[in-house]
């Protein structure tokens, strides 16, 4: 197996993976989005809402919002010594106070105040709600570490992939007409001189326009499946890095944990044998 990184910054990361198979991958994508832990507010207290908003809406956009989360300073709740009650291991409390003045204000993301400083919104700049004069919001929240497969809000990020794109251009049926130049959503072909040049192949999407557009047959597309190119998109509570090696860890505890399995039920079948 080989990785090259094609892409990356904060919020995204794009990579492919040479000598692999779509089922690994797969395997690793979904790991990535349902099993890769992050904080998410799961608690409110209202304290005073006197907005035009209901309480339920505006816990429910709470829990949206994307939280910075550091997976080596909490644990999930389950796995807590206070076995789930909410303690500084396992939980963090954020508090918003705020009220209208003459000005319509508008409550962020940004207005949370949390007790950890490490962990805030993702953003700043998500709206949660409008105030007019005298009207004002009071409450305490509390974040906790969750997975994706209960909530949408404990999902870390989203993850596509698609198989590396081998392009090929038979040059002795190519009259260079330019219908795939035109054809291609991506750009991937540039007529040369006296020649058609595929500039980007790993920005194919594997539509197969160019080969329907083609009335000489000079195009073939296909993916190869043993080179896969997967997209990472956080929600920016994690590093894209810290998510694909969080996920490929949480994949080898539990085939660890099949091999020992498996090992006691053969350890107890040589005992039973007489
Ligand atoms: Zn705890």
Redesign the pocket.
């Known amino acids: 197996m080989n990785v090259e990184i094609l892409e990356q910054d904060d919020n995204h990361i794009k990579f492919i993976v040479r000598e692999t198979n779509p089922v690994f991958m797969n395997t690793l994508r979904r790991t990535m989005m349902s099993e890769c832990t992050c904080l998410a507010i799961e608690d409110v207290i209202i304290v005073e809402n006197s907005s035009a908003i209901f309480d339920e809406v505006i816990v429910h956009r709470l829990g949206l919002i994307p939280l910075k989360t550091d997976l080596n300073s909490y644990?999930l709740?389950s796995e807590?010594?206070?076995e789930?009650?909410?303690?500084p291991?396992?939980?963090v409390t954020l508090t918003l106070e705020k009220t209208g003045d003459e000005d319509l204000v508008t409550v962020h993301s940004g207005d949370l105040k949390s007790t950890d400083p490490e962990v805030v919104p993702a953003t700043d700049k998500i709206p949660i709600a409008k105030l007019a004069q005298g009207q004002s919001i009071v409450l305490e929240a509390s974040a906790r570490l969750g997975l994706g497969k209960n909530h949408a809000k404990w999902q870390s990020c989203v993850v596509g992939y698609k198989y590396l794109p081998i392009i090929e251009v038979d040059l002795e049926k190519c009259t260079e007409c330019g219908d795939c130049v035109e054809e291609c959503p991506r750009k991937i072909f540039k007529l040369g001189k006296n020649k058609l040049i595929i500039t980007d192949p790993i920005n194919c999407s594997l539509c197969l326009l160019c080969v329907e557009k083609c009335d000489f047959d000079a195009i073939k597309v296909r993916g190869d499946n043993s080179s896969i190119i997967i997209t990472v998109e956080t929600k920016g509570g994690l590093l894209p890095e810290t998510i694909v090696e969080t996920s490929a860890l949480v994949i080898k505890d539990k085939f660890t944990t099949f091999i020992e399995e498996i090992k006691s039920i053969e350890t107890e079948e040589e005992i039973a044998e007489p």
Do not use: F, M, R, W
């Not at 789930?84 to 303690?87: D, E, I, N, R, V």
């Open positions: 644990v709740p807590c010594e206070c789930g009650t909410g303690c291991s396992c939980s």
